[in-house]
């Protein structure tokens, strides 16, 4: 486990994104390429948008989506269109290595399986945000997504609007790196639950990634009880 604070959402800003150009390059440098899973939410916004202003080996990184909306790629609940916005649009990324996940489809579970196919066989690194209930990406506390073990892709009717969500599940994110970021007091308890709380992972379930690293603001971080 690896926690970093900061004083304020910007410098949490700036730290995500300068430690997810850091990864991004490291992986290039070590296996040729990169893959990352980007969440959506409003906390990824501000890191995209400081990641498109940084050097990164653009042609050498593809990216995917830790879930979408169900709803089309224009609609502003739509995170591929959030990260077009912050990033696609920014940064010098060729289309073809940008890889979103059919929301506007009916065929909900025939999309989930499509995308499954086109996910590589390791996704190198995962932003995720956390929920005020301690969901990540479109994993909700009870739901059959969290103890996933074979299907890289489902999708999941949740509480958080809108209910009908494309969401990558455990068995994607096997052998990924993942970046957890939280900013603001709402998300305190939730953090806390995540890395210190016995809970199992069906109530919370970004419990999941408590060994990994996370970056927090000083309000995200302050009901924490260890250091
Ligand atoms: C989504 C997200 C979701 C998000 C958390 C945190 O599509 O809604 O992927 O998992 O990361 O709900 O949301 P905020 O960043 O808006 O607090």
Not at 84 to 102: H, K, N, S
Request: aromatic letters at 6%.
């Amino acid at each position: 486990m690896s926690v970093q604070v900061t004083p304020t959402a910007e410098a949490l800003a700036d730290l995500a994104a300068e430690r997810l150009a850091s990864l991004v390059a490291s992986e290039v440098a070590r296996s040729g390429e990169c893959a990352v899973a980007l969440s959506g939410g409003t906390t990824p916004g501000p890191i995209l948008r400081r990641l498109a202003r940084a050097s990164l080996p653009w042609t050498k990184v593809r990216w995917y989506f830790a879930d979408e909306r169900c709803v089309p790629p224009g609609d502003p609940r739509s995170n591929y269109r959030g990260a077009r916005e912050a990033l696609f649009d920014l940064a010098p990324i060729p289309p073809g290595l940008v890889f979103r996940m059919e929301g506007e489809r009916d065929d909900r579970d025939r999309a989930a399986l499509d995308y499954a196919r086109r996910l590589p066989e390791r996704l190198h690194l995962a932003l995720l945000g956390i929920g005020e209930d301690g969901h990540f990406a479109s994993v909700f506390p009870g739901s059959e997504a969290v103890e996933e073990a074979v299907r890289k892709v489902m999708a999941v009717r949740g509480p958080k609007p809108p209910p009908w969500r494309l969401t990558l599940t455990p068995a994607a994110l096997r052998g990924t790196r993942v970046l957890m970021v939280a900013a603001g007091a709402g998300k305190a308890p939730a953090v806390r639950r995540a890395l210190e709380g016995d809970e199992p992972a069906t109530a919370v379930p970004s419990r999941l990634w408590r060994a990994h690293e996370w970056l927090l603001d000083q309000a995200a971080a302050a009901e924490r009880t260890r250091a």
